[in-house]
């Protein structure tokens, strides 16, 4: 089992940057997702268990960034240059197994679990 906790969304002017935080129980295969309203939920960026890996979206390359530290068995997403179209719920995700999100890590159907979500609003 992981457990997830999310922390640092908030309200941003365009342009602008927010910092999310995931707290983990144990460290795995990482994930971000967001969920507009009325709209499906989406695959922002993910790491591997070391961080040596990353992966983006490309509507969020070049602007945000996905770290871990490790030691506190905790995931960032560094998000820059935050458009009014980032506003969302935004989710982590874990793959317990470590290895389900290689049959496709946009696939919600590979992390088994799930944080609370963050709500990130960017006004224009």
């Known amino acids: 089992q992981v457990r997830l906790v999310e922390s640092g969304g908030g309200l941003v002017q365009a342009g602008g940057s927010l910092r999310l935080s995931c707290a983990a129980s144990r460290r795995t295969f990482m994930g971000w997702f967001r969920q507009a309203p009325g709209k499906e939920r989406e695959f922002v960026a993910a790491?591997?268990?070391?961080?040596?890996?990353?992966y983006y979206a490309d509507s969020v390359k070049g602007r945000f960034t996905i770290s871990r530290d490790n030691a506190k068995i905790t995931v960032y997403l560094h998000m820059n240059s935050l458009k009014p179209e980032d506003t969302a719920v935004y989710y982590c995700?874990?793959?317990?197994?470590?290895?389900?999100?290689?049959?496709?890590?946009?696939?919600?159907?590979?992390?088994?679990?799930w944080g609370q979500g963050t709500q990130v609003t960017v006004s224009s």
């Open positions: 995700a874990a793959d317990s197994v470590g290895s389900r999100w290689r049959r496709g890590i946009e696939n919600l159907e590979n992390y088994d679990y």
């Open positions: 790491i591997g268990w070391s961080g040596g890996s990353t």
